[in-house]
Structure formats: C-alpha cells, structure tokens
C-alpha cells in the first residue's frame, strides 16, 4: 500500500537497511583512516574489549536507523540527515563510553579521546552523509524522470 506521504514501509525498511550498511562501512573506513592520520588508535587502552566500538558503532547504527525510517516516512530532508547523523555521533560516543566502563578501563579517556582525534567527526560525517542519500533516495519514484509535456497518456 503506497501512501501519499511516502514510500511503502517495506521498501523504506530495505532502504534503510541499505543505508545502514553504507553507514557501517563509512564508520570503518573513516576510522581506519583517521587512525593512520592521526597516527592514533581507536581505542589506545590496554586491555580494553575489541568489543567496545563494535557496541559504539551498533548503538550509533540504532540511532541512525530510527531517524531515518522515521524521515522516511515523514519525507524528511537535509534537517532530518543532519539529526540522524549528530544523534548517531553522540549514540556512538555513548555506547563507546558505557562499554569502556563494562571492560573496566577509563571511560573518561576513551571519551576525550575519541573527541579529541576526530573518531566522532568521522560518525557525524558518515551520518549525515549517508541520511541524505538514503532520504533522496526515499523520495525517487523510481520513474523516469520527464518534462511536463512529455505526457505518455496524449493528453495534448
């Protein structure tokens, strides 16, 4: 059922789901290369869980999905990206944080730290990036687009 508001909720959720994957992989290849930049690491803890970014990116993606399944549905626009991409940044560090304190390591630092460096820039860019393209792609009839008097039906 297409609504006039927006796009079926299955194919808003397989183009968010999309765009999640995109997000993810921005996230990586942003961090990867923000540590070689930086000549830092993600986490430069020791002993700190491999498993901390990976629950920073997972509460970051979670974040983003929601903003963006609901700017689906609404028709949201750049304002709606730029949400869902400083919610995903602060989702991210906060899932980074609480899972520095899960592992007992300093959770303070791994937070100033991924500020300082730029890893939460790298999310927010990713995000707002990555929500625009899936929202334009939302909004896309996915007709051939044509000039006004190029009417198929010859109503001339």
């Not at 400083?86 to 899932?95: D, E, I, T, W």
Request: avoid cysteine; aromatic fraction near 4%.
């Amino acid at each position: 059922m297409t609504t006039s508001d927006g796009p079926q909720r299955s194919t808003s959720l397989v183009l968010a789901a999309l765009g999640a994957v995109v997000f993810v992989s921005l996230i990586i290849t942003g961090d990867a290369i923000t540590s070689v930049l930086t000549k830092t690491d993600v986490i430069e803890i020791a002993g700190a869980s491999p498993l901390v970014p990976v629950v920073g990116i997972a509460a970051a993606t979670a974040a983003w999905a929601v903003i963006v399944i609901r700017g689906i549905a609404k028709r949201g626009s750049i304002g709606t990206a730029t949400a869902a991409g400083v919610l995903a940044s602060l989702a991210y560090l906060a899932g980074m944080f609480v899972a520095s304190l899960g592992s007992g390591i300093a959770a303070a630092t791994v937070a100033t730290h991924l500020i300082m460096a730029g890893y939460v820039l790298v999310v927010l860019i990713a995000g707002v990036a990555t929500a625009a393209g899936t929202l334009a792609l939302s909004r896309a009839s996915g007709k051939t687009p044509q000039w006004p008097w190029e009417d198929e039906n010859g109503d001339e």
